[in-house]
């Protein structure tokens, strides 16, 4: 079907003017014609005008916005002495998403700065409340989207403290085992975007290239690369597949390698170092004070990570070292978040040695739905089944607050249950939003580049800002 | 900026009762919510309830949010705590002592606000604007009563229970209308 008959080769000027059809005539029939309302496509690229054509693929030359702007119309008196306010954002590279940052500046130096946050806004926390508990995986995991299993971990292990259930051992490896890969991504992501920021542009690709790498795990494992509504309520939605330890075996020889170079092309480089270093310090008081947590708050000497000190899941039995910097700046963010990757690697390595066998979610029916296959052979697993997709389970009344650690920090799932099977309320906790708070202080007095720097380094994701 | 060595737990260690012994902290009661201790006031003795646990060595505020019991007025509270529509709830960390706390205040339904914590966590600011974007709870003497999340000019608090998602109705090609 994909062959095209014909026997003179297809050019450039085929494809603009749509001479041919990708999937050849069968398909184009097939597409046609299956609709009772007739043809159901676009128009076809021969309407297009050979102008809109020129222009599409490049060759006419288009002019920037403001050039037909009259100077006249600008009002260009500004005193010198007058401070200046500049919007930094919402659309902007460097921002990471949607951040504004109103800054006043003076010259080069940041007197002032707010950042304004909402764009992302999209009422997630109203959503789950009408979202019964095994569907709320799916809506938290987009909050914090480069650290989707984290928001799913929070919620679920809330979930189950309000159940009072126990979730197999095999279950909480496998969420060990997942979230670490995520912490591990999640850092890639930064140090790509964070040299982007600062001019180490090459590192953008890298970083992205060994995100992706994890990502594929990923993929492999929960059927998609971002938002995988892995974690259930009870345990993971599936278990590992054929063949993943010889994947996490990979990862684990391959990123430890690639970081030393990483390291030999950032670390000792003395344009980062100068861009980084003494920017943005921050201490251990204030920081406190701020509510900031996670790398931003372990920059400043204060050795907190909920791993180790309020453990969770089964960190009490792996082995690991709590990454502390010395003096808050950006420096020492950028170094701990480099380690941490490293130390996520080790933890990966000792789960793989200690992961157990067994049941991967609850076997209580009222909680996981039976499997496919049983609802063909048993009535009680049908209706169960049934019962679980049309009514939920009931979680008893309370209120349940499950903080773990984030790559960002404190995450938290404060859920309010008044009996049925939705969410009286449901409140996360985001790490990114708390962070932000740090961002003023920062910036004070700093230069407007040190202050994306410091953006760069607080390492906010919008998507948990604004929820 | 300073490079010295930084005290690693830079809140001195005050001996805090044991949470499920005390039955009351600074006054009001504590009850244990699964584990977690948490402490439920009114409206007047919050900011002295919260200084109090400041005192004790809660140094981090972890975060403030509100919920809207409206549809669900039924809830557990201790003796002597007498339940409103909305409760700003404070979880409260304390590094030195490894411990949580969290604060359930209620506040009054016709005349919701509380007094802001920021002169004890000014970490507690973009929280509480969150919280009052959410609920429309105010926090008296903020820095910045504003919006947050939602744009400046909105109506309503999109948070609470009386106010709808809305929807929209699905349109079938063949049905009437």
């Known amino acids: 079907m994909s062959d095209i008959e014909s026997p003179r080769k297809v050019t450039l000027v085929d494809r603009l003017l749509g001479r041919i059809t990708p999937g050849g005539p069968e398909l184009t029939e097939l597409l046609e014609n299956k609709t009772d309302e007739g043809i159901q496509e676009m128009a076809p690229r021969s ?142 992501l930064w140090l790509a975007t964070n040299s982007a920021d600062l001019g180490a542009i090459n590192m953008l690709v890298y970083g992205w290239r060994e995100r992706e790498m994890v990502l594929a795990f990923f993929e492999k494992v929960t059927g998609l690369r971002m938002n995988h509504n892995y974690f259930r309520p009870g345990g993971v939605a599936a278990d590992l597949p054929d063949g993943w330890r010889d994947d996490a075996l990979a990862l684990c020889q391959a990123i430890p390698r690639r970081m030393d170079e990483y390291d030999d092309l950032l670390t000792g480089q003395p344009i980062l170092q100068n861009r980084l270093q003494g920017v943005g310090p921050l201490d251990a008081e204030t ?181 | 900026m300073n490079s010295a060595a930084i005290p690693v737990e830079p809140v001195a260690p005050v001996a805090v009762p044991d949470t499920p012994e005390a039955e009351t902290r600074h006054g009001c009661p504590v009850i244990d919510s699964l584990g977690a201790a948490v402490v439920h006031c009114n409206r007047d003795r919050y900011l002295e309830l919260c200084s109090g646990l400041k005192a004790d060595g809660y140094a981090l505020p972890v975060g403030v949010t509100g919920v809207d019991y409206l549809t669900h007025p039924g809830r557990d509270l201790p003796e002597g705590i007498e339940a409103e529509r909305f409760e700003v709830v404070v979880e409260l960390l304390s590094l030195s002592n490894r411990s949580r706390v969290r604060v359930r205040c209620q506040v009054p339904g016709e005349d919701p606000w509380v007094p802001t914590l920021f002169g004890l966590w000014p970490g507690t600011e973009a929280h509480e604007r969150e919280t009052y974007d959410m609920f429309g709870v105010e926090f008296r003497g903020h820095p910045d009563p504003s919006r947050i999340l939602m744009p400046e000019e909105w109506e309503g608090h999109p948070l609470r229970k009386d106010y709808d998602t809305g929807h929209i109705p699905v349109q079938f090609k063949e049905a009437p209308n």
């Open chain 1, 47 to 188: 309407r297009t005008s050979p102008r809109e054509l020129r222009l599409e693929s490049g060759s006419v030359l288009r002019l920037p916005e403001g050039v037909e702007l009259n100077r006249a119309d600008i009002d260009v008196e500004t005193p010198e002495d007058e401070s200046m306010i500049l919007n930094l954002g919402p659309s902007h590279p460097s921002t990471h998403g949607v951040l504004r940052v109103m800054v006043e500046i003076d010259g080069e130096t940041v007197l002032r700065s707010k950042p304004v946050v909402g764009y992302l806004h999209t009422g997630m926390e109203k959503t789950a409340e009408e979202l019964m508990y095994h569907q709320g995986s799916t809506n938290v995991t987009r909050m914090d989207y480069l650290a989707p299993f984290f928001n799913e971990l929070a919620y679920c292990l809330s979930v189950e403290k309000l159940l009072d259930i126990d979730i197999p051992v095999r279950a909480t490896w496998i969420r060990m085992l997942m979230c670490e890969f995520n912490r591990i991504s999640s850092h890639f």
């Open chain 1, 287 to 467: 920081a406190i004070g701020l509510g900031v947590t996670g790398p931003l708050l372990r920059s400043t000497g204060v050795a907190w990570d909920l791993r180790r000190d309020q453990p969770y899941l089964a960190y009490d039995d792996v082995d690991f070292d709590v990454i502390v910097g010395t003096s808050g700046d950006c420096w020492d963010r950028y170094a701990i978040r480099f380690n941490e990757i490293r130390e996520s690697v080790r933890i990966i390595e000792q789960i793989m040695d200690m992961m157990p066998a067994g049941d991967f979610r609850t076997q209580d029916k009222k909680i996981t739905p039976p499997p496919r296959n049983r609802i063909d052979e048993s009535m009680e697993a049908l209706i169960h089944h049934f019962k679980l997709y049309t009514e939920g389970f009931r979680v008893p009344p309370g209120e349940a607050y499950v903080p773990i650690e984030s790559p960002r920090g404190e995450s938290g799932c404060y859920i309010v249950s008044d009996g049925t099977a939705r969410p009286y309320r449901m409140h996360m906790r985001a790490a990114s939003f708390a962070n932000l708070q740090a961002m003023a202080p920062l910036a004070r007095g700093a230069l407007l580049a040190d202050t994306i720097a410091i953006v760069s380094t607080i390492d906010p994701v919008l998507g948990d800002v604004d929820r």
